[in-house]
Nanobody
């Protein structure tokens, strides 16, 4: 499977963006879809994951209450981000795996990044 992330852009503090991750085929029920981000000069970090079969989600503390991961359709997952802050500025990546994990190395397939810039 290939993943294509989109939806990044420049937004002011307090604004919203919706990122999309489109898979090249139907996402299997065994999959866990994750979003990660990499701020400039920092390590890649977990944002959210969604277990496709159960709908179980998990969020990083830094985004909890402001971000929602959800299914768009059989091959696309969204990341709705509200109340954006300058510290949310990062390259955002979607990924798929089979473990409900917050660790990047547990995900086997990665899309290219989409840049989110939040201005103060």
């Amino acid at each position: 499977v290939q993943l294509q992330a989109s939806g990044g852009g420049l937004v002011q503090t307090g604004g919203s963006l919706r990122l999309s991750c489109a898979a090249s085929r139907r996402i299997y029920s065994s999959a866990v879809m994750g979003w990660f981000r990499q701020p400039p000069g920092k390590e890649r970090e977990f944002v959210a994951f969604l277990r496709w079969s159960t709908g179980r989600t998990n969020y990083a503390d830094s985004v909890k209450g402001r971000v929602t991961i959800s299914k768009a359709n059989a091959d696309t997952v969204y990341l709705q981000m509200n109340s954006l802050k300058p510290e949310d500025t990062a390259e955002y990546y979607c990924a798929s795996g089979v473990q409900a994990s917050t660790t990047p190395r547990d995900y086997t397939t990665w899309g290219q990044g989409t840049l989110v810039t939040v201005s103060s």
